[in-house]
């Protein structure tokens, strides 16, 4: 048996295929809100630049769950724009949403390096001697808008190939 693009789909066919679309979008959105929850407490125990900390890194803890449930939502997500009607409108405000957050997150990590007064290669720095990932940094690699990106250029990819698929069929 050879694997292929054909294969990975009708596997996720085959997933999908004995859910309604009210119960895809209904697993979408506990999906969401677990991704959304995982941020919360990831940020949450992440120590602002103006602390200082003694207890490690306990942000890490809620990095595992981030990915879980974000694959959990891009799996519905699949799920989701395979039974719907489509139309331009949703790759384009997609691609809206992706431009935004990634403005927005580039203000935040140039912000945050700014508090923390350097990178981890400035001996001025808080994070000095740290790894990129670190108990001041967790929130700049995990957040709503990387969130939101990473979900933009999924239902984008997602639209491109339906579209595409339907052309050929």
């Not at 119960?23 to 995982?38: C, E, Q, V």
């Not at 120590?47 to 900390?53: A, E």
């Not at 724009?81 to 405000?93: A, D, G, S």
Request: with cysteine; hydrophobic share 50%.
């Amino acid at each position: 048996m050879e694997l292929g693009v054909n294969n990975s789909t009708d596997l996720l066919d085959r997933l999908g295929g004995c859910m309604t679309y009210k119960t895809r979008l209904l697993w979408l959105i506990i999906f969401i809100l677990l991704s959304s929850a995982a941020i919360c407490l990831l940020s949450l125990f992440t120590i602002k630049p103006y602390r200082i900390s003694g207890n490690g890194n306990l942000g890490l803890l809620f990095i595992p769950p981030f990915f879980i449930f974000l694959v959990g939502a891009l799996f519905f997500c699949y799920l989701v724009i395979q039974k719907m009607r489509m139309n331009r409108f949703i790759p384009l405000t997609a691609l809206f949403v992706f431009l935004i957050a990634g403005f927005q997150e580039y203000n935040f990590v140039r912000n945050r390096i700014h508090a923390l007064g350097g990178w981890t290669d400035n001996p001025d720095s808080k994070v000095y001697r740290f790894g990129w990932l670190n108990q001041y940094t967790n929130d700049m690699w995990f957040n709503g808008y990387v969130w939101l990106m990473v979900f933009s250029v999924f239902v984008i990819v997602f639209y491109v190939k339906r579209v595409y698929w339907l052309r050929n069929e």
